[in-house]
């Protein structure tokens, strides 16, 4: 076919200097709007506080332009199609994504199928699949992994190609080659990306031999919103954790604890125990014991302050946003992370998004930043301190509500369909809507398993695993209905308080068999024992476990904002002692008592028949008034923007 330029000459002088004006115009008017659209969105996303994914894209922006500069300099001496599949090879490889590689393949084969790219002058050839890749790599986040990608991008990329490169064609090869080395030389000084590149050739660092003696790392990872009997480990009967079993498999001085409980219901009380070591009435950040402005944590000491002090370097990263907003949390962090999250694809994107597809790239919109971005996030802070130990807590958010897997582990334990609708949990939506969202939470934490054995991988491949301590636990569970609730935050029955954990010592060394129920306050007490400091709270460090069997104490003051949604137990205060396999509940005008080894669902209240079984626990509880809590006015305690995005992760009346 003949070139543009050919067809142009054809026509008279006059009316081909008009069309060849018209068809420059019109190309640099539309590469104006795309340009203005991705730094709209860019705008968008930064105003909003967020991260929004467009880091590694705006590097792959930078390799798309100076490889289709060094393809469109060479492109007069190669046939227009081979220098095209070169660039759409090394623009892949660069980039590091096989995925990104075919989808480039592909592009070329649709823009060569629509006879466009053929007829372009080789300047135009290189710099129209060049300008498509930047302007798509901008509007969308580079971590779409959904499969319609493989149909969406390659479209999208001949379309910018079509429209955009046409601009561009006639700037002079010189310009074009500085373009090239300028983006080459600025890609290079980016340390982020040469970290990215040295961790994806296994160059990142290198593993560690342990010096006899040697001060442990300490890793806490918070598995948000996971009950213990949703995990395979615990005897699930779906098979949500198999990296898990691998783990407590291959590393014999593991322990998994059968009892072990949240002392609150929610992330912000269960997350200042763990810091403190104290009950929610101790450090007072729950509902109704929390001051008229909202939570702080002022406890006498925390864990962060003890390890710093022990010579630890300390950091935090965190996926759920209450941790934002809580004065007293980040104390002793010298590193105290929110993982951004996108609120969605922008102001029109996401309308469209949720209008069309609800389902699809929902994991990457809703909720909190995946796991893989926290992992991300681990890594990044432990490189951060040179040689000195390191104390990490690290908060994952994958099974928190609305429930949306990634997509390879979507439909593992129910059909999906890219129609389906996140949804929020509550009382009113029907049983079998309830067990779909509940298998949706399993696909959640298989693909969070999944995410954990990747971080033990890398631990392990760089040497650090035997010589850390790893304590794998959460901050509450999620209830489907039991009990006559759903969500988080509304009951102390077993369904939202009885949490994993597992315990993950240095090589060589060893923690007791458990005994008895534990609980959050038992993990910060053991922690603070491996800083060799104490909190001074009710915990016991489970390294000294003697067999003699603990107790553990749970709180919970009521949510009115809660039970509107999730029922009306929500809205009312309750205090729990449990003793061996005994667990007495205590509300202000009636009480209940489960075997929770034989009955771990709570059906069968053994109080009526056995009284003095009951009482035997009544010392343990703590001595609180027990008057449902007033309702806060949220909006005038957090911005705007912040409770919008807790509203959507199912906080403060979703």
């Known amino acids: 076919m003949n070139p543009p330029e050919e067809s142009t000459r054809r026509l008279a002088p006059g009316a081909a200097a008009t069309r060849a004006a018209g068809l420059w115009l019109r190309g640099l008017a539309i590469g104006a709007a795309g340009a203005a659209a991705a730094l709209f969105e860019l705008t968008h996303a930064v105003a909003l506080g967020e991260r929004p994914g467009f880091g590694y894209g705006s590097l792959a922006v930078l390799l798309a332009l100076a490889a289709s500069a060094a393809v469109a300099l060479v492109g007069a001496w190669l046939p227009r199609p081979v220098g095209l599949a070169l660039w759409s090879a090394a623009a892949g490889a660069l980039v590091l994504e096989p995925f990104w590689a075919a989808c480039l393949f592909l592009s070329v084969a649709v823009a060569l199928a629509l006879g466009r790219v053929e007829r372009a002058p080789p300047l135009a050839a290189g710099w129209m699949v060049g300008g498509g890749l930047a302007a798509f790599l901008l509007l969308v986040p580079r971590e779409w992994r959904e499969p319609a990608t493989v149909l969406v991008l390659p479209l999208c990329l001949a379309l910018g190609a079509i429209l955009l490169g046409g601009a561009l064609a006639r700037l002079p090869r010189p310009a074009l080659l500085a373009l090239a080395v300028l983006g080459v030389v600025g890609l290079a000084s980016r340390p982020q990306f040469v970290a990215h590149v040295a961790f994806a050739q296994g160059m990142g660092p290198q593993p560690a031999t342990r010096a006899a003696g040697e001060v442990p790392h300490v890793f806490v990872l918070v598995l948000d919103t996971v009950r213990a009997d949703h995990l395979s480990v615990y005897g699930y009967e779906r098979d949500t954790t198999p990296r898990l079993a691998q783990l407590l498999s291959d590393r014999p001085g593991a322990r998994l604890y059968p009892f072990a409980f949240s002392n609150g219901t929610w992330t912000v009380p269960s997350h200042a125990t763990l810091f403190s070591g104290l009950l929610p009435s101790q450090h007072r950040c729950d509902f109704g014991v929390s001051g008229p402005g909202g939570f702080e944590l002022t406890a006498p000491r925390v864990l962060a302050e003890a390890f710093g002090a022990g010579g630890w370097a300390t950091a935090c990263v965190f996926a759920n946003f209450w941790l934002t907003k809580v004065p007293g949390f980040e104390r002793g962090f010298e590193h105290y992370e929110y993982v951004p999250h996108p609120m969605g694809l922008g102001l029109f994107g996401e309308a469209l998004r949720r209008r069309l597809v609800p389902s699809l790239r929902a994991a990457k919109v809703v909720g909190g930043a995946l796991a893989p971005d926290v992992n991300r996030a681990v890594l990044e802070a432990f490189d951060a301190v040179g040689d000195r130990p390191r104390f990490l807590v690290a908060n994952y958010t994958d099974p928190h509500s609305p429930y949306v897997p990634p997509y390879r582990f979507r439909g593992a334990f129910a059909p999906w369909s890219p129609r389906e609708i996140p949804r929020y949990l509550s009382v009113r939506l029907p049983e079998a809507e309830l067990r779909r969202l509940e298998a949706r939470y399993d696909e959640e934490i298989l693909a ?186 949220w909006s005038s305690i957090l911005e705007p923007k912040d409770l919008a995005r807790l509203r959507a992760m199912g906080y403060l009346g979703n």
Do not use: C
Request: proline share 8%.
């Open 448 to 633: 969070l398993d999944h995410s954990i054995g990747e971080l033990f991988d890398e631990l392990d491949r760089r040497g650090e695993l035997d010589r850390s301590w790893v304590i794998v636990t959460s901050d509450h569970g999620e209830a489907f209905g039991e009990h006559g609730v759903t969500e988080h935050g509304t009951t102390v029955h077993n369904s939202v308080t009885r949490v994993p954990l597992l315990i993950f010592p240095p090589a060589g060394e060893t923690v007791p068999v458990p005994a008895g129920p534990v609980s959050l306050v038992d993990v910060a007490a053991t922690l603070a024992g491996i800083a060799g400091a104490e909190l001074g709270g009710p915990g016991r460090d489970l390294r000294r476990d003697d067999g003699t069997g603990g107790t553990a104490v749970l709180e919970f003051f009521g949510d009115p904002n809660k039970a509107r949604q999730h029922g009306a137990l929500a809205g009312v205060p309750a205090k729990v002692g449990i003793q061996g396999t005994d667990k007495l509940i205590r509300y202000a005008k009636r009480a209940e008592l489960y075997d929770i080894a034989k009955d771990p669902a709570e059906t069968n209240d053994l109080l009526p028949s056995e009284p003095a079984r009951g009482e035997a626990l009544e010392s343990l509880l703590p001595d609180w008034d027990m008057q449902p809590p007033a309702d806060l006015d």
